[in-house]
């Protein structure tokens, strides 16, 4: 259920996933804080990349807060779990950005702009 390859053919496939923390290249964290493991990486990176290679979506939906703090970070305090060449659109609940065919310095601004903060 799980394999990249098969979720990427036949019709275009949509993944809506969540995060722990997206960094300012759109890297996607879902395992934990600095300060603690909060779960595993399940399905997250073979369904955005599916999604990604299928002419379909591959969606983050994330909070802009959790516990008071930001969940856009400059750094991930764990590794990627996501890269950010398999994200297309990070939603929160503040609208969307919408990634595709960005460059590094768009996608950041685009980001920033989604979590209120000035590019």
Do not use: C, K
């Not at 949509?14 to 759109?26: F, K, M």
């Not at 969606?59 to 802009?64: E, R």
């Amino acid at each position: 259920t799980h394999d990249a390859h098969r979720l990427s053919t036949g019709i275009p496939f949509i993944a809506v996933n969540t995060a722990l923390e997206v960094d300012l290249d759109a890297q996607v964290n879902v395992e934990g804080t600095a300060a603690s493991t909060l779960g595993g990486i399940g399905g997250h990176p073979d369904f955005a990349a599916g999604a990604a290679r299928s002419d379909g979506l591959s969606v983050i939906a994330v909070p802009t807060r959790h516990a008071r703090r930001y969940t856009l970070v400059d750094r991930l305090s764990r590794p990627t779990s996501t890269p950010a060449h398999d994200v297309d659109v990070v939603v929160t609940e503040q609208g969307a950005a919408d990634l595709r065919g960005l460059d590094r310095a768009e996608r950041r601004n685009a980001l920033l702009r989604l979590w209120g903060r000035q590019p």
